[in-house]
């Protein structure tokens, strides 16, 4: 069965500065999809960010990139220019390419970031 | 706006007592889940459906039933077997089944049970 472990319960970065949120996750299969979903106070869950395991470049939107190490299983998140609205809990997820059933979630890391 | 609704927002249930959480989309999506949160957890997988009149079991199906006879609804009642009920539910739609499909959310129901 696969399985996703986020480590960092908490993390705290200053304004303006660079955070990066681990994921790690086990899996035997060679294709799936990862991705991050950001849960502010407002508990709406917002996808953040995706990652096909098929491509070896790592995704980027605006802010917010990956660290995808397809052989170490690992599937981090870079924020850079962190923002006051950055604030929030950060759940990484995995997805099977081929069964559509569920997400499978981490624990979650909340994010404080201090002005 | 096209999007998720969830209602209530906040729910209260006495022991014993089943309730039923609305979760209603105008996505056009085919697929549907509800998952439930709880603290220092991910979200838990209850049910899903990908198609109308279609549905599955998640991880934790024990205790909750569904319906899934219009496309944009797919509610979920908590029966009183159940044995922990209170969490955070929310609803999920995509639009189809294809893995790498996002899924969209709403903005979640507090149940309590009193």
């Known amino acids: 069965a696969q399985t996703v472990t986020q480590s960092q319960p908490e993390m705290s970065v200053q304004e303006a500065e660079t955070v990066t949120l681990s994921c790690t996750y086990d899996?035997?299969?060679?294709?799936?999809?990862l991705f991050w979903y950001k849960q502010p106070p407002s508990r709406q869950m917002i996808l953040v960010i995706r990652?096909?395991?098929?491509?070896?470049q790592n995704a980027t939107e605006n802010r917010f990139s990956v660290n995808f190490q397809k052989a170490a299983k690992s599937f981090s998140l870079k924020i850079s220019d962190s923002q006051l609205g950055d604030a929030a809990m950060y759940f990484c997820?995995?997805?099977?390419?081929?069964?559509?059933?569920?997400?499978?979630f981490g624990t979650g890391t909340r994010l404080q970031v201090f002005p | 706006d096209g999007g998720i609704t969830q209602s209530p927002k906040y729910l209260f249930r006495k022991e014993g007592q089943n309730v039923t959480l609305s979760c209603e989309q105008n996505?056009?999506?085919?697929?549907m889940y509800w998952y439930r949160q709880d603290p220092g957890q991910g979200l838990r997988l209850i049910y899903y459906?990908?198609?109308?009149?279609?549905?599955q079991k998640g991880d934790i199906a024990e205790g909750y039933s569904v319906s899934r006879e219009k496309k944009e609804s797919f509610p979920l009642t908590v029966t009183s077997a159940q044995k922990n009920p209170t969490a955070f539910y929310l609803c999920?739609?995509?639009?189809?089944?294809?893995?790498?499909?996002?899924?969209?959310f709403g903005p979640g129901t507090r149940l309590t049970v009193l």
């Open positions: 899996t035997s299969e060679s294709d799936y999809y």
């Open positions: 999920a739609s995509s639009i189809g089944d294809r893995g790498g499909n996002e899924q969209f």
């Open positions: 996505l056009n999506h085919d697929a």
């Open positions: 997820a995995y997805r099977t390419f081929y069964n559509t059933d569920k997400l499978i």
């Open positions: 459906s990908q198609i109308v009149n279609d549905f």
């Open positions: 990652q096909e395991a098929y491509k070896q």
